[in-house]
């Protein structure tokens, strides 16, 4: 099969078409035939040699997500049959024409769902639903805070909110992206380039904050956090070390919490996607929830993908098209 192969660590440019031979599935795992898959920025950071695969996993061809069709399946596996559309959260290995996944981690693709736009949905979902939802607990009518609104994992929290009732702030780095950010139903997008998200944002109290950016916007974050706020971290992109005054913390009884998700274990996964086939996945099946795509490239051109992520010159995901 053809793959995109990390052949060296660093730029865009050591990430190559190869052959590599075709997966087998485990008794618990299906086979996709890989149609699309989705670039995230962990991808770009194992390209890099920052963030390698867990032990047993292919360890040089990226891709966390991937929208296909049941080739195989396992002997343990009784849900999924050859044929069946699926999208599926990988933990490495979807920049190819196949891949196998844990048949617990993969959810059905609508009709109504093309498999470009469902590589997009895995990691954005898995991540948002988690992190917002389960330890930020967002509720009905409180407020949300979502950094690079405009990305995948951005525009994917600021539609959740918005479908669950939330008020939803962000910050984005141009006016354009800003506007894109408030159509999507956010009530007002800072451009962190030209204004302090924190004076403009005073006056309100925040509920939850989903933060990738880490230290320096900590104490800011701190201010702006109601009392039972939730700070929620995914990343920490710009530093991750961070001074905290305990007492703000006890006065207000805040919560400080985070995750990765790439190295949970299989039944973490399991029961994330089971709460959000149940929660979520109506609104994909409703098409009240879409991800936003930028633009898709062929596999063999992952590398300007990378390029184009790396830039930042963007608004929502990019994505793979596989041609087997």
């Not at 844990?102 to 959810?107: D, E, G, S, T």
């Not at 979502?146 to 600021?158: K, N, P, R």
């Not at 063999?300 to 994505?319: N, P, W, Y």
């Amino acid at each position: 099969m053809n793959a995109a192969v990390i052949t060296t660590h660093g730029g865009p440019e050591g990430l190559v078409l190869a052959k590599r031979p075709v997966p087998v599935p485990l008794h618990n795992e299906v086979l996709i035939r890989v149609h699309a898959a989705g670039v995230n920025r962990p991808d770009i950071f194992q390209r890099k040699g920052h963030y390698p695969a867990p032990a047993g996993v292919v360890p040089d061809i990226p891709g966390l997500e991937v929208a296909g069709v049941v080739e195989a399946c396992g002997k343990d596996v009784t849900r999924w049959i050859p044929g069946d559309r699926v999208c599926a959260l990988t933990v490495g290995g979807g920049y190819a024409e196949y891949v196998a996944v844990n048949a617990a981690h993969c959810l059905p693709v609508p009709d109504n769902l093309s498999f470009t736009e469902a590589a997009c949905l895995p990691e954005t979902v898995f991540t948002v639903w988690h992190n917002v939802f389960q330890r930020g607990r967002l509720e009905v009518g409180e407020a949300l805070l979502v950094h690079g609104g405009s990305g995948g994992i951005g525009t994917m929290a600021i539609q959740l909110g918005v479908q669950f009732g939330a008020t939803v702030y962000a910050t984005a780095g141009s006016d354009e992206k800003c506007r894109f950010c408030e159509q999507l139903g956010v009530v007002r997008c800072v451009n962190y380039r030209e204004m302090d998200f924190a004076n403009v944002l005073s006056e309100i109290r925040i509920d939850v904050i989903l933060d990738s950016i880490g230290a320096p916007y900590f104490e800011r974050h701190v201010s702006l956090l109601a009392e039972e706020g939730r700070l929620v971290f995914i990343n920490a992109m710009e530093g991750r070390y961070a001074q905290l005054d305990v007492m703000k913390l006890m006065q207000r009884r805040l919560t400080l919490t985070g995750s990765t998700l790439r190295a949970r274990d299989a039944g973490f996964k399991s029961n994330l996607r089971e709460s959000i086939e149940r929660q979520v996945w109506p609104l994909v099946e409703a098409g009240t929830l879409r991800p936003v795509i930028y633009q898709a490239f062929p596999l063999a051109q992952a590398s300007e993908a990378h390029r184009l992520m790396e830039s930042g010159d963007f608004i929502g995901k990019l994505v793979l098209f596989v041609t087997s």
